[in-house]
């Protein structure tokens, strides 16, 4: 696992836990590599009955398989207007986050979870 040695979890105000940084990122930083464990069809269908539900990405374009992400990648929260995105490395089996734009110290990273960075579709739960 890889990440920048200045980001934390804590408590945040969207809910739950959140990812932050207490120094500055510039954009286009990769702030995470964060390795996944990539699950069938199968495994994910039986994770919709339980907590992880809310915390697995979708890996394939038919949205069979399902990729846990280890590291902080489960803990990033959603925002449309977020300050970072990420992006799928099928070959490394991980989840990139990169600055989206310049992030100061004490904000909270967030990036889209509809996975392009502006995409306003709807999601499963209500977006604060």
């Not at 394939?60 to 977020?82: C, F, M, R, V």
């Not at 995105?85 to 509809?114: H, L, R, T, W």
Request: net charge negative; with cysteine; hydrophobic share 30%.
């Amino acid at each position: 696992m890889q990440r920048l040695d200045f980001i934390y979890f804590k408590d945040s105000p969207k809910g739950g836990r959140g990812v932050f940084t207490a120094d500055y990122i510039p954009k286009d930083t990769l702030i995470e590599i964060c390795p996944v464990l990539v699950l069938s069809n199968e495994d994910r269908e039986k994770i919709h009955q339980t907590f992880l539900h809310d915390y697995y990405f979708l890996w394939d374009k038919e949205g069979k398989q399902a990729a846990i992400a280890l590291g902080y990648g489960s803990l990033y929260n959603h925002s449309y207007q977020p300050n970072a995105y990420y992006q799928m490395n099928k070959d490394g089996q991980s989840i990139d986050v990169y600055a989206g734009e310049d992030i100061e110290p004490g904000q909270e990273i967030c990036f889209n979870y509809n996975g392009q960075r502006f995409d306003e579709s709807p999601l499963w739960f209500e977006a604060k």
